[in-house]
């Protein structure tokens, strides 16, 4: 038959072979970089070409973008037809086949979706008709899905979760199974179903009925599934299901991009492929048309130390002889200037500032970078959770400070008296009125301290610090003895939390005047969205702070890897699993697979972090992360240098507004 597609022209020998292949099970092993949506992309044309209907062949992704995306581009490639292929996320899928089914699975033909917040809601409700006299440390709404949600996709119990992820709160472990099984009872009497639900019915659906499953696996004659090293159990369970009458399934993935545990993700799925799928042909796509080929040997001598994998070594046409830097500095500052006195050496060089990314383990890693950028006048935007500043515990802290050197603030009583044990709005409403409107300044009604310790010990605190002459990291100190017993109060997961508050405090020790350390710490606030993949929604003149886990999937021309140190990457929390460990190795290969022309690899000698390794002499040494000890890395395959500079305790600064940063950075570049 006559092809209006040159295939072989267009394909590389793997690409091809992926996209001709088409009866049986496949397994596409696609290295970063290699093309695997174009793979999708040019089977899907491939099958409608060759006649088969197109809403006969079921494409499954994890965003709806990335199907909209892939069906438009097959379009573009053949015709119209490609629209009509069926597509979308398994949860829209999921839905779409639950409603057609809904009463073979003893539900009612209309129910409602509870989104996020309406779960969490759901959650609370029945919590509270459970127990009205639950333990203040007791775990809060959004915690408690969380850890339903995680039993649900992974399969395990909610013991099981809690010990793993939780351990604050194993006493409660049976009363939060209860809580679980209340919510599914809850859910199914007013016909409602949440995201996780909408999975475990299908599967119960394709499990339990042996006639709509054959009738479901004969109709999609072709599955093929996006990202397949992201799918947690239940979403394998309904592939294998859809497709056992044919076994005509194409899954796509990378094995070694397989960090999504902490969401469900089973990595075992991707590795458990073949022998599920008896007969599987496994093709791997190793050519890589991002990055050059010294990063490549490095991303290649990291992953093939992993204990599990599927073999591939990435290969490029590209070139390129600059070897990925590492940098031995001094500190967590040291760390912070290095970057910025390259990025300006970047900018000269003509590399456009939204084409730097600066990639960390976790998001509180960025902490003193963010500030040494703010006081620099360099634009960024920061992906993967919050920005520093706008996290709540932060602007906790931060209204504390502004309190003291603003009185009249209004705004950040507000925040500081809710947090206070015993003050309610009707309280702090009247403390705010005697304070900022009245004027009385701190001597308010001795009354209102009656039976509430902790008001008159912040009210104590205040009075005795004076901002004009005490420097802001004892201020600071000060604040903290009062603030950490309230973040155990209001915050689940205050361990995580205490990591910022150390940083904010290592942070205010290089400032001589609160004024100074406030001005530089009212940063620009980022945009609310999270990067989409794929499609940039930052300004081009916008620096790039991420987490690895959101950089996946992304790529640009510099990329600084941060904190490569024990602890830090590998992390702390995953030292004690053999499993865990791996998936930290995984999570170094997606960070260094970003990086299409330069790699930096950062590690500071002293640790200003809040865990430190300390040696007798009492200094405070970081050892380099394990991922770039083995296979000889740092001898062969980078060029090493080493910035032993410390830091200035008081950086010189100068008042300038937020809206002016941009500016300055652009003239001053």
């Not at 979760?161 to 209340?182: L, N």
């Not at 006048?377 to 906790?396: C, T």
């Not at 995953?574 to 697979?593: C, G, K, P, Q």
Request: charged share 25%.
């Amino acid at each position: 038959m006559f092809s209006s597609i040159d295939y072989k022209k267009e394909l590389n020998p793997a690409q091809l072979e992926a996209v001709l292949a088409t009866e049986g099970p496949f397994l596409v092993i696609a290295g970063a970089g290699s093309g695997k949506t174009r793979v999708l992309v040019f089977r899907t044309a491939h099958l409608v070409e060759k006649g088969v209907a197109p809403e006969r062949i079921l494409l499954l992704t994890f965003t709806r973008r990335a199907s909209r995306e892939m069906l438009k581009r097959a379009e573009e490639l053949l015709d119209s037809r490609c629209s009509q292929v069926s597509g979308g996320t398994f949860h829209s899928f999921a839905n779409s086949i639950r409603r057609r089914y809904a009463e073979a699975v003893n539900l009612p033909r209309f129910f409602s979706i509870l989104d996020q917040d309406d779960a969490e809601n759901a959650v609370n409700l029945v919590r509270t008709q459970m127990s009205k006299q639950l333990d203040k440390r007791f775990p809060k709404k959004n915690t408690l899905l969380g850890i339903i949600s995680k039993s649900v996709n992974k399969g395990i119990s909610v013991d099981d979760v809690v010990c793993e992820e939780y351990p604050q709160f194993a006493e409660w472990s049976q009363v939060i199974e209860h809580m679980k099984q209340e919510y599914i009872r809850y859910k199914h009497s007013l016909a409602l179903l949440d995201y996780d639900d909408l999975l475990v019915y299908l599967r119960q659906l394709l499990q339990n009925n042996k006639e709509i499953r054959e009738t479901l696996s004969q109709y999609y004659q072709y599955i093929m599934v996006d990202e397949y090293q992201d799918t947690n159990k239940i979403q394998a369970e309904i592939v294998r299901l859809l497709a056992s009458t044919h076994n005509n399934v194409m899954v796509v993935g990378d094995d070694s991009q397989s960090i999504y545990s902490f969401r469900g993700a089973h990595f075992k799925n991707i590795i458990d492929y073949p022998r599920i799928f008896t007969g599987t042909k496994v093709i791997t796509l190793e050519e890589n048309y991002r990055s050059t080929q010294p990063i490549l040997d490095l991303t290649n001598e990291v992953i093939n130390s992993a204990g599990e994998k599927f073999d591939k070594a990435l290969f490029t046409r590209n070139g390129g002889e600059t070897l990925p830097v590492y940098v031995d500095v001094y500190n967590e500052n040291s760390q912070s200037r290095y970057i910025v006195k390259k990025i300006v050496n970047l900018m000269n060089e003509g590399v456009n500032l939204g084409e730097i990314a600066i990639l960390f383990r976790s998001g509180w890693h960025s902490n003193d970078l963010e500030v040494e950028l703010a006081s620099s006048g360099i634009p960024f935007v920061k992906y993967g959770g919050q920005k520093f500043i706008e996290a709540a515990h932060i602007k906790d802290i931060l209204s504390c400070l502004q309190i003291i050197y603003n009185p009249l603030s209004e705004i950040a009583w507000q925040r500081v008296l809710m947090l206070v044990k015993g003050v309610g709005e009707k309280t702090a409403m009247q403390i705010i009125e005697e304070i900022v409107r009245q004027r009385k300044g701190l001597e308010i009604d001795e009354k209102i301290f009656q039976k509430k310790p902790e008001l008159k010990q912040l009210f104590k605190i205040l009075k005795d610090i004076d901002w004009t002459v005490e420097a802001p990291v004892k201020i600071l100190k000060s604040v903290l003895d009062f603030y950490t017993p309230l973040l155990m109060d209001h915050y689940d997961d205050y361990e995580k939390r205490l990591n910022d508050l150390a940083s904010l405090e290592n942070i205010a020790q290089r400032y001589a005047s609160l004024e100074e350390f406030l001005t530089d710490m009212a940063l620009e606030p980022p945009e609310k969205t999270l990067v989409d993949k794929g499609q940039k929604t930052h300004g081009e003149n916008d620096l790039i702070l991420s987490t690895i886990h959101s950089a996946k999937g992304l790529e640009w021309h510099t990329v600084f890897l941060i904190y490569l140190a024990e602890g830090y990457l590998p992390s702390y929390q995953s030292m004690s699993s053999d499993d865990a460990i791996e998936e930290e190795r995984r999570l170094f290969y997606v960070a260094a697979t970003r990086a299409k022309s330069n790699l930096y690899l950062l590690r500071p000698q002293i640790d200003t972090s809040p865990r430190r390794t300390w040696d007798t002499s009492g200094s405070m040494y970081t050892q380099v992360s394990r991922f770039l000890e083995e296979g000889g890395i740092l001898s062969k395959y980078v060029t090493m240098e080493t910035d032993r500079s410390g830091y200035n305790p008081f950086r010189s600064w100068e008042p300038k507004q937020p809206k002016e940063q941009k500016e300055k950075f652009y003239d001053d570049w």
